[in-house]
């Protein structure tokens, strides 16, 4: 079982940064594949962001490639999200996910078991 939490969001400008965590208990969440998401009102939940278990292996939506950075610290128990650039049409509630597939980082939602409650992200111009 995993437990998820994130922190970080807030209220910034057109063209600022945000850096948003996601901390996770849990005896497996090393053995995760992380993923952050994000939904708009009125919108799906999207793929933002992927992460596999080492670390070493990072999956990006082309809406936020260049701008967003994934890293995870298993030692710590934690996901980040580096959101870089940030634009309005950015603004959403993130939500970070672990997977437990084994084999593939997943970009489906419907792929993800655990989830945090979501932090809202307002971007203004």
């Known amino acids: 079982q995993v437990q998820l939490v994130e922190s970080g969001g807030g209220l910034v400008q057109a063209g600022g940064s945000l850096r948003l965590s996601c901390a996770a208990s849990?005896?497996?969440?090393?053995?995760?594949?992380m993923g952050w998401f994000r939904q708009a009102p009125g919108k799906e939940r999207e793929f933002a962001a992927a992460?596999?278990?080492?670390?070493?292996?990072?999956f990006y939506a082309d809406s936020v490639k260049g701008r967003f950075t994934i890293s995870r610290d298993n030692a710590e128990n934690t996901v980040a999200l580096q959101m870089n650039s940030l634009k309005p049409e950015d603004t959403a509630v993130y939500y970070c996910?672990?997977?437990?597939?084994?084999?593939?980082?997943?970009?489906?939602?419907?792929?993800?078991?655990?989830w945090g409650q979501g932090t809202q992200v307002t971007v203004s111009s």
């Open positions: 992460i596999n278990w080492l670390g070493s292996n990072t």
């Open positions: 996910a672990a997977s437990s597939r084994n084999y593939y980082t997943p970009r489906d939602k419907n792929d993800y078991d655990y």
């Open positions: 849990g005896r497996t969440f090393s053995s995760n594949a």
